[in-house]
Structures are given as C-alpha cells and as structure tokens.
C-alpha cells in the first residue's frame, strides 16, 4: 500500500516562499504520475499541478509562474517550491499519486498567507 507524507507547510507573509516535499513509502513512485492538490475552507479539493514520470509539468492557471513542482526519483520525494505566495494560496496542500487507477493521497499540510 503506497503512502504519502506531506510537510513543508507554515504561516508565510504575502510575498513569501514555501517549499512542501511529498515523501513516497514504495519504489513505485518512479511509475505514477504525482500531483499537488488544495483545499481552501468552504471550497472543493483542486489541482494545483502535476509531474508525469516523463518530468512533464502541468499547472492550474492561478499558479503559473510562481510555483513549480519536481520530483527526485531516486528519493522517491515529490516537491512544490510555491513563490509570490498570496493569501488566496491559504489552503490545505495534499499530495497525489495515481496508480494502476488507484488514487493515493497523504494527510495534507496547512499553508497560511497571511501579514
């Protein structure tokens, strides 16, 4: 059973930089796409981006350009390196695996953007 363990999150100030890593518990990291989703209170889980196995980048509009998303294979760790963060960004942050048409999430980590 895949696991994933998020952290990396905090209170920052508009404006400021935050990096989440996503620790996978299997070698099958190097074989599913990974992603990192949000939730902001009242609000519905969304994308924020994704990184197939390819190292190929897809990202939800309301964060391109300030934040970018990687992975070390090697590792099995995820990344979400976030800039320019704004309030707006406040929400919970989870990671994302998708599997053999299994989805995996980890317990999520708050991110704050807040002066």
């Known amino acids: 059973q895949l696991q994933l363990v998020e952290s990396g999150g905090g209170l920052v100030q508009p404006g400021g930089s935050l990096r989440l890593s996503c620790a996978a518990s299997?070698?099958?990291?190097?074989?599913?796409?990974m992603g990192w989703y949000r939730q902001a209170p009242g609000k519905q889980r969304e994308l924020v981006a994704t990184?197939?196995?390819?190292?190929?980048?897809n990202y939800a509009d309301a964060v391109k350009g300030r934040f970018a998303i990687s992975r070390d294979n090697a590792k099995n760790m995820v990344y979400l390196q976030m800039n320019s963060l704004k309030p707006e960004d406040t929400a919970v942050y989870y990671c994302?695996?998708?599997?053999?048409?299994?989805?995996?999430w980890g317990q999520g980590t708050q991110v704050t953007v807040s002066s």
């Open positions: 994302n695996a998708y599997v053999l048409g299994n989805n995996f």
């Open positions: 990184i197939t196995t390819g190292d190929s980048t």
């Open positions: 299997t070698t099958i990291f190097s074989i599913a796409p």
